[in-house]
């Protein structure tokens, strides 16, 4: 409520010092203390006095008044106690002492001097109590006062207390800019402050990225735990991801389980790409809430202002993208926005068409690759993986459709199929072998599960210790008392059973005491990273094998390739081997073969050494010499290095940038040259994309592209010239 107009309108302006001593009454008395007027006009005043001191005592609002100098000659007492001091303290004070101004900017400083001195009226100025330890705001009127004469003498006003409002006005602005969850900043204030960042920055030519995050699995924490713990997951989250990022505004919480980082002037792609990873790593540890331990991931997407897009559309709709694609890569990994993604995604859904027709169709098979044991080299079973030929693309990796069948539903048919198919073509072999047969975590989260298991066995008459179930650690991550359940349906079968894949997930030992597994499966790239020196990969596989020897457990390590990782995996005493240095997945007509010639041993063959991080790929690009362009392939590529055809007899020594489009340009030198091929050697390393390939740390700016038109003209050429020196293969 206001304070009542009337004493405003009351302009008297003589004796209010005086008057005001003796308290608000005073201001309506004569001087010497006796009412003015007749006696019903003295009522009248009278009645009036007492519902403004009511009022004044109502703490509803208050009243003030000045002398022509601005010092206070009235304040009401309560309010006066209010700022810790006694009325009588006060008066004489300058009336602007007792106040700050509104916001810390400055944008009022002068407001309230400025009027007084102005001698303006003003109503409801919000204004804070300069008082130490009264935190109240205040909002003031106040009117001048003149005599008869027309002479300044001074101000009336009142005044309210607008703390409540100005707190619940300032929580409602919090609440629009922030999530009152984590306390991050909500998705308005991070798209507003991502349209400004890049409209300055695209004015000083600066850089910007952005990271879209979105967390795997977190659907289920909050369907198995509810969402309380939900909720106290996202803001352990939140706080993880604070110490990784540092700058508190520049992380969002877009809703849900989304989340955005802004980073200003960065645009080093290996930078970004280790900053992912550290947050991939860090989200990925386990989070104990409220008692119960639990383990999610999380994809990242990244895109870069000014190369991957100008305005935050574009920007966020490429992170977005990214991430999409990060997420089919099998989750928990990040990807760079490029613009091959937007064919990328149109192909994944028409590869999603296309799988439902493909059983159908005849056009998915299985093969079966040999799991060997590493001291006899004797095959002692084989793992059923299974392959899709699809009509116009050819052959197409159970890494990129298994995610698709996934998602699209389409896992149960195909998982059910496969396991049928892997339990007929083993009850033709001669001999025990084994098969195993990959079930997906969807597969084992049905509850039919065991009893599709059980018919294929007895329609097959497969022995059901022949047949082995590799699952990953991802089973985990569910309702605990179904997975145990489902582990011991699955035992009462007399299956086996075998952890895939360990040592990419959160390899966590407990797994292995806990759950019935008959073998552990360790993953290629943790055998790989074993073989690099100073590695502790080797003592962590020494562990698992002992502790799996203690558990009656046997061991196979995945995808061994060289006669290096081969030795090293057997002083490490794994039991099986299974991988290119044995043999690649066969058709099941050569393994019929095998098998029929009694017992299958085979030599292993393979390079002498681990090429780390060397990808064979065929993929043109263009290569820049004398303001030329040529069209080049590559056929294999690593960090440091690559070997290309397409260009004759160039000269080692020469020097040439090669173009991988999107502004990514790379100096390269020849180091080896025959013919039709060269083997160069890069001036700059290329850094890891997040999904097994290879870019550039950095990109040449569009902007840079605009300024200097003459030295790029080369890089817009499509075709390329012929020269003298150099020669189209
Ligand atoms: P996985 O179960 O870990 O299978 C091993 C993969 O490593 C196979 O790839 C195999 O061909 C490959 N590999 C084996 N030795 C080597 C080696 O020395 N070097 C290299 N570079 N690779 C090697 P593949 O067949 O592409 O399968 C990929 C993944 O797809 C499998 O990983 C499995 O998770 C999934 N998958 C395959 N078949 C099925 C299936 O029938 N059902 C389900 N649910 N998933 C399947
Ligand atoms: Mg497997
Ligand atoms: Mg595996």
Redesign the pocket.
């Known amino acids: 409520m206001e304070a009542p107009s009337r004493m405003d309108c009351d302009d008297r302006g003589d004796d209010q010092a005086e008057d005001s001593q003796r308290g608000f009454l005073g201001m309506f008395s004569s001087r010497n203390g006796k009412p003015r007027g007749d006696a019903a006009a003295n009522l009248r005043t009278h009645e009036a006095l007492l519902l403004l001191r009511n009022y004044e005592e109502s703490g509803e609002g208050w009243f003030w008044s000045t002398d022509a100098k601005g010092r206070l000659t009235y304040i009401t007492d309560s309010v006066a106690q209010l700022m810790g001091r006694m009325s009588g303290k006060l008066l004489g004070t300058p009336l602007v002492d007792l106040f700050l101004p509104v916001d810390g900017r400055g944008e009022r400083q002068r407001t309230l001097p400025f009027l007084l001195t102005k001698q303006s009226k003003f109503d409801k100025l919000p204004l804070r109590s300069a008082f130490e330890g009264d935190d109240r705001w205040w909002a003031i009127s106040g009117r001048p006062q003149f005599d008869a004469s027309g002479k300044f003498t001074g101000y009336r006003g009142s005044g309210n207390d607008v703390t409540a409002q100005r707190r619940s006005a300032e929580d409602a602005s919090r609440l629009a800019l922030y999530d009152s969850l984590t306390g991050l900043a909500n998705r308005f204030n991070i798209s507003k402050k991502l349209d400004s960042t890049l409209a300055a920055f695209a004015q000083q030519q600066r850089s910007c990225a952005i990271m879209l995050l979105d967390l795997d699995r977190f659907k289920q924490v909050n369907d198995t735990l509810g969402h309380p713990a939900g909720d106290a997951l996202l803001k352990q989250v939140a706080e993880r991801l604070l110490k990784i990022v540092g700058d508190r505004e520049m992380v969002s919480r877009l809703g849900g389980d989304e989340f955005q980082i802004i980073l200003p002037d960065i645009e080093d792609r290996g930078k970004l790409g280790d900053m992912a990873a550290d947050i991939i790593a860090s989200l990925s540890q386990p989070y104990s809430v409220e008692g119960s331990r639990c383990i999610i991931g999380v994809s990242v997407g990244v895109a870069i202002a000014p190369f991957d897009g100008l305005s935050s559309d574009d920007l966020v709709r490429n992170a977005d993208l990214a991430l999409y694609a990060a997420k089919g890569n099998g989750r928990g990994r990040f990807s760079f926005y490029s613009s091959d993604l937007h064919q990328a995604a149109e192909q994944r859904r028409a590869l999603e068409d296309d799988l439902r027709d493909a059983l159908v169709r005849g056009e998915i098979e299985?093969?079966y690759?040999p799991v060997v044991n590493s001291r006899s080299n004797m095959v002692t079973g084989v793992?059923?993986?299974?392959?899709w030929t699809h009509r116009d693309r050819g052959m197409i990796?159970?890494?990129v459709f298994?995610p698709i069948?996934?998602e699209a539903n389409l896992?149960w048919p195909?998982?059910e199929w496969?396991?049928r198919k892997?339990c007929e073509d083993a009850a033709s072999w001669p001999g025990d072998m084994r098969v195993?047969?990959?079930?997906?975590p969807?597969?084992f989260a049905n509850a039919d599960l065991p009893k599709i298991v059980a018919q294929a066995l007895a329609t097959t008459g497969l022995a059901p210790d022949r047949l082995e179930l590799?699952i990953?650690e991802s089973v985990f991550l569910g309702d605990t008392a179904a997975t145990n359940q489902m582990f011991k349906a699955l035992k009462d079968l007399g299956v086996r059973l075998a952890l895939?894949?360990f040592g990419t997930g959160y390899s966590s030992l407990a797994y292995l005491q806990s759950a019935p597994f008959d073998k552990i499966?360790i993953?290629?790239s943790f055998v790989r990273d074993a073989t690099i020196p100073g590695s502790r990969n080797g003592a962590i596989i020494a562990a698992i094998v002992a502790l799996a020897e203690a558990l009656e457990m046997e061991t196979t390590a995945?995808?061994?390739?060289s006669l290096d990782q081969l030795d090293l995996i057997r002083k490490l005493n794994v039991s099986h081997v299974?991988?290119?240095?044995y043999s690649?997945?066969v058709p099941h007509g050569e393994l019929i073969e095998h098998a029929e010639a009694g017992s299958w041993t085979i030599k292993p063959a393979?390079p002498a050494r681990q090429r780390n991080d060397r990808f064979s790929l065929f993929r043109q690009v263009g290569a820049i010499h004398d303001n030329h362009r040529y069209s080049v392939v590559i056929r294999n590529l690593s960090t440091t290095g690559a070997f290309i055809e397409g260009i004759l007899e160039v000269p080692v020594g020469t020097q040439f940038v090669l173009d991988f489009g999107e502004g990514q340009l790379v100096t390269a030198t020849v180091r080896r040259s025959t013919k039709h091929q060269q083997g160069i050697e890069f001036e700059q390393t290329m850094v890891s994309d997040g999904n097994g390939g290879l870019c550039t740390r950095h990109r040449v700016s569009p902007y840079l592209i605009a300024a200097a038109i003459q030295p790029t003209s080369a890089l817009a050429l499509p075709s390329f010239t012929t020269t003298n020196d150099w020669k189209a293969a």
Do not use: F, H, M
């Open positions: 299985l093969s690759q793992e059923a993986l299974v392959r990796s159970p890494a298994i069948a996934e896992i195909l998982g496969v396991l892997a195993a047969v990959n079930v997906s969807i597969q590799e990953t895939d894949d499966k993953d290629q995945e995808g061994i390739e299974q991988g290119y240095v690649k997945p393979g």
